[in-house]
């Protein structure tokens, strides 16, 4: 299928243009974008979003149930041994299974979504056109596990800063007896991790489109991506930010029927049982759904932003420009000397 306009992905632009040009892309390849992601990546949502219904409707009733029962308040011993046996149940029902099955399908769908919106956005820059299902699934089944390789080192290295972080705190538990002391040096721990994770999972959002679109190894992106991001971190920070808030203003609307259902269920004005339950089940697939789908966004502006950082560093774009200019001189030149 034939472009309406030509979207050109090397060229350096300034934040209101990389915005405009994710929407105009979005707009622009609506259809045959938001199919592949939900041929892709909609199974998994759907089975988040089931089991995320689930549970839901597990947690209400136990909510619903806990209020009818009375907390025994003879000795204030036996109310606390009664309070903690009633956390310790509804923790193990809390903590479900359908708990667990909704964070991992969350998360494979999560690192699918990211891997077919850059492998939509490769096909169709390498195609020139909008790509067919099956040239998208090419280029996701050469750059998905690459992908989640990166993504797996960059969360462990999270899980390591959290974890230096706490055994510092820890430390400083031990070493100091004055509380205030403590308090102020955690404080300052706390800060300074924060602000040197928040540096690292701004920069690190570029991993995706550089594994992409240069076929290189996790390691190697990873470097890259600080080499970018170089005096560019906040004008990427501005874009993720701003963008998310338009992701989360629009998701609202998916939302609502997943917050009113059940405030209507516990003021009894909705059927219970297994009518309720489905009622309740059905739009929490919908919020999940519509909210997973409008990250996609997020991910294309990025994708953008990676060529619009590789335009300052290295002119590619310009190069490429110019050695056709070349190639087009000389054509011409063949053809006036037949």
């Not at 955690?186 to 991993?207: D, N």
């Not at 909210?291 to 950082?309: E, G, K």
């Amino acid at each position: 299928m034939s472009n309406n306009s030509e979207i050109v992905f090397e060229k350096e632009r300034d934040f209101s243009d990389k915005i405009n040009i994710t929407f105009a892309f979005v707009i622009q390849n609506f259809k045959s974008f938001f199919w592949a992601l939900l041929c892709f990546t909609g199974p998994l949502v759907l089975l988040s979003g089931i089991f995320a219904g689930i549970y839901q409707t597990k947690v209400f009733s136990k909510i619903s149930t806990s209020k009818n029962e009375s907390v025994s308040v003879e000795t204030s011993q036996n109310a606390w041994d009664r309070i903690f046996k009633t956390i310790g149940r509804q923790g193990a029902d809390f903590f479900s299974i359908e708990y667990f099955l909704t964070i991992v399908f969350s998360i494979i769908a999560g690192a699918l979504m990211i891997v077919t919106v850059q492998s939509y956005l490769y096909a169709y820059k390498t195609q020139n056109r909008q790509p067919e299902i099956g040239e998208v699934w090419e280029v996701i089944k050469g750059r998905f596990w690459p992908i989640c390789r990166a993504l797996l080192i960059v969360s462990v290295i999270y899980i390591i800063m959290v974890t230096l972080s706490g055994v510092i705190i820890w430390g400083f538990t031990l070493i100091f007896d004055n509380k205030f002391l403590t308090g102020i040096l955690s404080g300052v721990v706390v800060l300074l991790m924060g602000i040197f994770m928040m540096y690292c999972l701004i920069t690190t959002s570029l991993i995706p489109s550089i594994m992409t679109f240069e076929n290189i190894r996790a390691r190697a992106s990873i470097r890259r991506a600080f080499v970018l991001i170089k005096n560019k971190w906040w004008s990427t920070f501005g874009l993720i930010f701003i963008m998310s808030v338009i992701r989360m203003i629009t998701s609202l609307i998916f939302g609502i029927p997943a917050v009113i259902i059940p405030v209507i269920r516990s003021l009894k004005l909705m059927g219970s049982g297994k009518s309720g339950d489905l009622i309740m089940i059905f739009s929490t697939v919908v919020s999940v759904l519509g909210s997973t789908l409008l990250i996609a966004p997020i991910y294309v502006s990025l994708v953008f932003q990676y060529f619009n950082l590789l335009e300052r560093k290295e002119g590619k774009g310009l190069l490429k420009q110019v050695s056709e200019i070349g190639l087009n001189k000389i054509d011409r030149n063949e053809e006036e000397e037949y």
